[in-house]
């Protein structure tokens, strides 16, 4: 997984949706910040609108 979150860094990708075992268990994702490495575990039904609010936030910041 080191090898996707450097890419993702590399390559101005700003989140990462991680999916485990221990993630599909509880029914949630974690979404990953790559420039700031937080990590929030969020519902899967929540993913989509959960990813273009934090999208909102970037491009009123002009980051994205």
């Known amino acids: 997984m ?6 993702c860094e590399e390559n101005g ?3 990462a949706v991680i999916i485990g075992e221990s993630e599909l268990q509880k029914g949630v994702v ?3 910040n790559i420039e700031t490495r937080e ?5 899967r039904e929540q993913l ?3 990813i273009e ?4 936030k970037l491009s ?4 994205f």
Do not use: H, V
């Open 2 to 7: 080191l090898n996707q979150l450097q890419y």
């Open 48 to 50: 989509a609108k959960e």
């Open 13 to 15: 990708i700003p989140f």
């Open 39 to 43: 990590e929030t575990e969020i519902p």
């Open 30 to 32: 974690k979404l990953r």
């Open 60 to 63: 009123k910041r002009g980051t």
């Open 53 to 56: 609010s934090k999208f909102q």
